[in-house]
């Protein structure tokens, strides 16, 4: 019975991209190498910016909280830097996304993923940026909508709350037929820290549980490392992943939560190895670049240090990464052959009449 039940649950999660919708086709090639494997550079932090910058500001020329074109400015030219390597850019509409856009910062040859929720800090309840919406983001020529959720799967309530949250937006964009990246990420409980062995010990066990909650409300899941060389074995923390990744119906990239390069590049060759399908990475590539002394050797350690741990990471993803048609078994045939030849008849027929939008509304 089990066996029965594992095959029609591998079937209709092959079948969610065989007859996935073209905008949501067209966005997963966008955010993806021809290869099919993901490298996404992570640009779309608010909170955790503002205070790398407000950590230097001596350095950086201000007084008080970063001004909004320092952020705006300093994103512009990670995002230019690093950008040319990726194969999509992860960007926040506050600072980056559209401004990227009228900058021509963005790669021409990258996806662009603008975040949807508004920044907040660890353990909140999740919501969309006031003013924000999935069809903004469609409407203005995104790949792709990124969802973070934090949670904490042993508060069931709180839990129930945000993966209902994370249904109604992946039905929203499943309206507006564009992909949804999903990021769960843990955080420690009131008297532990991120250091904490209580927290590091029960932190593997809520990221897969993460995973197959957030799996059926998403087309692509960014997740954390399911495990801590402090506090796990190798062979613990390969046993994490291989459990991840069985519980993961949707294709799954590593996030790096700004850790030192050092660790972060062990991490992503053991979840590369383990089936995880590319990186979404921002501060464990960058976020030296804050403490830089000038724009000149701040720019400097973009272009040497920076970029050159983006291509050592990219290279473990060439090597072993796991492209997310191999991951299902599907061919360009099986893709071409689910095409019906109506298929435009119908799509025009269930399609809502498009709201009228005023030019640069949004």
């Given at each position: 019975?089990?066996?029965?039940?594992?095959?029609?649950?591998?079937?209709?999660?092959?079948?969610?991209?065989?007859?996935?919708?073209?905008?949501?086709?067209?966005?997963?090639?966008?955010?993806?190498?021809?290869?099919?494997?993901?490298?996404?550079?992570?640009l779309?932090?608010?909170?955790?910016?503002?205070?790398?910058?407000?950590?230097?500001?001596?350095?950086?020329?201000?007084?008080?909280?970063?001004?909004?074109?320092?952020?705006?400015?300093?994103?512009?030219?990670?995002?230019?830097?690093?950008?040319?390597?990726?194969?999509?850019?992860?960007?926040?509409?506050?600072?980056?996304?559209?401004?990227?856009?009228?900058?021509?910062?963005?790669?021409?040859?990258?996806?662009?993923?603008?975040?949807?929720?508004?920044?907040?800090?660890?353990?909140?309840?999740?919501?969309?940026?006031?003013?924000?919406?999935?069809?903004?983001?469609?409407?203005?020529?995104?790949?792709?909508?990124?969802?973070?959720l934090?949670?904490?799967?042993?508060?069931?309530?709180?839990?129930?709350?945000?993966?209902?949250?994370?249904?109604?937006?992946?039905?929203?964009?499943?309206?507006?037929?564009?992909?949804?990246?999903?990021?769960?990420?843990?955080?420690p409980?009131?008297?532990?820290d991120?250091?904490?062995?209580?927290?590091?010990?029960?932190?593997?066990?809520?990221?897969?549980?993460?995973?197959?909650?957030?799996?059926?409300?998403?087309?692509?899941?960014?997740?954390?490392?399911?495990?801590?060389?402090?506090?796990?074995?190798?062979?613990?923390?390969?046993?994490?992943?291989?459990?991840?990744?069985?519980?993961?119906?949707?294709?799954?990239?590593?996030?790096?939560?700004?850790?030192?390069?050092?660790?972060?590049?062990?991490?992503?060759?053991?979840?590369?190895?383990?089936g995880?399908?590319?990186?979404?990475?921002?501060?464990?590539?960058f976020?030296?670049?804050?403490?830089?002394e000038?724009?000149?050797?701040?720019?400097?350690?973009?272009k040497?240090?920076?970029?050159?741990?983006?291509?050592?990471?990219?290279?473990?993803?060439?090597?072993?990464?796991?492209?997310?048609?191999?991951?299902?078994?599907?061919?360009?045939?099986?893709?071409?052959?689910?095409?019906?030849?109506?298929?435009?008849?119908?799509?025009?027929?269930?399609?809502?009449?498009?709201?009228?939008?005023?030019?640069?509304e949004?």
């Amino acid at each position: 019975m089990r066996a029965r039940a594992t095959e029609r649950a591998d079937a209709l999660t092959r079948e969610h991209f065989v007859k996935m919708t073209p905008g949501k086709l067209t966005g997963l090639r966008h955010v993806t190498e021809a290869s099919g494997r993901f490298k996404v550079l992570a640009l779309d932090q608010s909170n955790s910016f503002r205070r790398s910058l407000k950590e230097n500001k001596a350095k950086w020329g201000f007084d008080g909280e970063p001004p909004y074109e320092v952020i705006r400015d300093s994103k512009l030219e990670i995002c230019s830097t690093i950008g040319p390597k990726a194969s999509a850019v992860l960007l926040d509409v506050n600072y980056s996304a559209r401004q990227a856009l009228n900058f021509e910062a963005l790669p021409r040859d990258a996806g662009l993923i603008v975040r949807l929720e508004a920044s907040k800090e660890a353990g909140s309840i999740g919501e969309v940026e006031p003013s924000w919406s999935v069809a903004q983001i469609k409407q203005m020529g995104a790949s792709a909508v990124k969802l973070l959720l934090y949670l904490d799967t042993e508060d069931k309530e709180t839990t129930e709350k945000q993966v209902q949250f994370a249904r109604e937006i992946c039905e929203e964009c499943q309206q507006h037929d564009i992909l949804l990246m999903v990021e769960e990420l843990s955080f420690p409980r009131k008297g532990e820290d991120r250091n904490s062995p209580s927290y590091l010990k029960r932190k593997p066990q809520n990221i897969t549980e993460c995973v197959r909650l957030l799996g059926p409300h998403s087309d692509v899941l960014k997740v954390e490392f399911p495990g801590d060389f402090a506090v796990h074995s190798k062979q613990e923390m390969e046993e994490n992943l291989r459990r991840l990744n069985d519980v993961a119906i949707r294709p799954w990239v590593l996030l790096s939560a700004a850790e030192d390069f050092g660790t972060f590049v062990k991490k992503v060759e053991m979840a590369m190895q383990f089936g995880a399908s590319g990186i979404m990475v921002g501060r464990a590539v960058f976020k030296e670049y804050f403490e830089g002394e000038t724009p000149k050797k701040r720019n400097e350690f973009l272009k040497a240090t920076a970029v050159q741990r983006w291509l050592e990471i990219s290279g473990l993803v060439d090597k072993y990464a796991t492209p997310w048609r191999q991951r299902y078994g599907i061919t360009l045939k099986d893709l071409a052959a689910a095409v019906d030849p109506n298929w435009f008849k119908q799509a025009a027929a269930e399609a809502p009449a498009a709201p009228a939008v005023r030019l640069g509304e949004y």
